[in-house]
């Protein structure tokens, strides 16, 4: 059974740089077909897709957030991974790494438990 | 981008009963590309449906979608105990895919 964990600082201050890292287990992240995800939800609010990555590192983001995004992959790890630069209050979420439905890159079937960040001084 | 109106915001019914969650799109939805997810509090969301009307695997089948165009629909026919929980649809036609506010399916 595919699992992904999110993990990294769950407490990030104003104009800095949010790092996670999901970790995938049961299964490749080298398999083809699938998009690996970022989706946040602030709490009590909807849901807000980040980007994604493919395995061979090609990456989509959203527009709106796509000056202060970066994803990475490291396939020896079994992982990828999101940057969000200069953050605010206003990105205080939680976050989801999520692999997308086979041959669907944008339709999302296996999700982590997610991972609160909070951006405070 | 395309905007995507849910309703009603709130559903309040009973179980056993049906439930008709409607998803509205501010330009058409291309390809029928449009998904629905179930989220129970303190959980990740969950797919249901993607291609507005494909179940997807291990979702049984009391849970449908229809539509088409900008005018989609999620129906439960018959509402479980663990049926209770909010949904939102997702449209992935467009670029930016977006999320539906959601609806909130709650016991009577």
């Known amino acids: 059974q595919l699992q992904l964990q999110e993990s990294g600082s769950g407490l990030v201050k104003p104009s800095q740089t949010l790092s996670l890292t999901c970790t995938v287990s049961?299964?490749?992240?080298?398999?083809?077909?699938?998009?690996w995800n970022w989706i946040r939800q602030p709490p009590g609010k909807g849901l807000e897709w980040i980007g994604y990555?493919?395995?061979?590192?090609?990456?989509n983001y959203n527009p709106s957030l796509k000056s202060r995004v970066t994803m990475s992959v490291d396939r020896s790890k079994n992982q990828f991974s999101l940057k969000l630069s200069s953050v605010t209050a206003a990105d205080t979420a939680f976050f989801f790494c999520?692999?997308?439905?086979?041959?669907?890159?944008?339709?999302?079937?296996?999700w982590g438990q997610g991972i609160l960040v909070t951006v405070s001084s | 981008e395309i905007v995507l109106t849910q309703s009603p915001g709130t559903l309040s019914l009973s179980p056993g009963e049906r439930a008709t969650l409607s998803c509205r799109a501010s330009q058409s939805v291309s390809s029928s590309y449009l998904a629905w997810y179930q989220q129970k509090p303190g959980q990740a969301p969950r797919l249901l449906i993607y291609g507005a009307s494909s179940r997807a695997t291990g979702i049984p089948d009391s849970f449908s979608g229809s539509g088409s165009g900008t005018d989609f629909t999620l129906t439960i026919s018959r509402l479980e105990p663990e049926d209770f929980a909010v949904y939102y649809c997702q449209q992935y036609g467009s670029s930016p895919l977006t999320f539906g506010r959601g609806t909130k399916v709650e016991i009577k």
């Open positions: 990555i493919y395995h061979s590192g090609g990456t």
């Open positions: 049961g299964g490749s992240i080298s398999s083809g077909g699938y998009s």
């Open positions: 999520v692999r997308s439905l086979r041959g669907y890159s944008q339709v999302f079937d296996y």
